[in-house]
């Protein structure tokens, strides 16, 4: 896993998004894998600086929640929609979002990976970590070749969403989610995390064991996983200083 450390959140943003204009600048019908959370938000600031880019980009997300109408303030759908898609340029048709006020999930599922396969694959998929080590809604336990699929989220997650989101309606404990083997097909992943808050599980997903219970220790496994961090999220990583050299010192073709 390529490790990138930044000094704020303000420069972990530019990093991430500076990111997403390389991609597309090479791939303007880039499919491109969105995540919710606290942390991409800024992300999503820089990316609507370009609205005309996202013309062709295919849309993809991680997760929902199971009975949020897609106009509801607190589903997925609509922070997606709030944050990015609706400032930016796109075409209806290529928004691929999940639903949580369908009946059947298992459906919405399986035809999720359909479309994906259709579009020939995620090329870039933006991620962030739950606490306990959750990618997407994919739980501590969760198998590693996981596809998308209705899950169940563990209380530690619903009191974290209870806190920020509106407490008047609780949330169901069911979601839906991308698999674990599902995001590790994707061609590039984008792992994003800020905050004290999240330096211990960042250090187990970097150099703990790749295990199910941290799922994110997955992407130990991908060829081309970038985590990009701020100083606070990297602040437990025992080669925290290596990785900066690295970073610093990247090789180049060509190079002396
Ligand atoms: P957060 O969510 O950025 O709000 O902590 C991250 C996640 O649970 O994936």
Redo the contacts with the bound molecule.
């Keep these: 896993m390529e490790i990138i450390i930044e000094a704020s959140p303000e420069a972990l943003a530019d990093r991430a998004a500076s990111i997403v204009f390389e991609e597309l600048a090479r791939k303007p019908d880039l499919v491109l894998g969105l ?1 919710t ?3 991409p938000i800024r992300l999503y600031e820089r990316l609507r600086s370009r609205p005309e880019l996202f013309q062709a980009v295919r849309f993809f997300n991680l997760d929902e929640f199971y009975g949020l109408a897609s106009s509801d303030a607190q589903s997925f759908h609509w922070f997606l929609r709030h944050h990015l898609i609706d400032h930016v340029k796109h075409d209806p048709k290529n928004v691929h979002l999940f639903r949580g006020d369908v009946k059947d999930l298992e459906a919405q599922a399986e035809e999720t990976e359909d479309r994906i396969r259709e579009v020939g694959g995620i090329d870039l998929q933006i991620l ?3 606490r306990n080590g ?2 997407g809604f994919n739980e501590p336990g969760s198998s590693l070749g996981s596809r998308t699929r209705p899950k169940t989220l563990e209380p530690e997650t619903l009191a ?1 969403y209870a806190r ?1 989101l509106d407490p008047q309606s609780p949330l169901s404990s069911f979601a839906i989610t991308m698999g674990v083997g599902t995001i590790m097909e994707a061609r590039r992943c984008l792992m994003l995390v800020s905050g004290a808050e999240k330096a211990d599980v960042v250090r187990r997903m970097v150099e703990g064991p790749v295990t199910s219970e941290v799922p994110a220790s997955a992407l130990q496994m991908h060829p081309r996983a970038t985590a990009i961090l701020d100083e606070a999220a990297a602040s437990g990583l025992k080669r925290r200083d290596y990785y900066k050299w690295v970073f610093e010192n990247k090789w180049r073709v060509g190079q002396k």
């Design positions: 995540a959370g606290s942390t962030g970590i739950g959750h990618v974290h920020t």
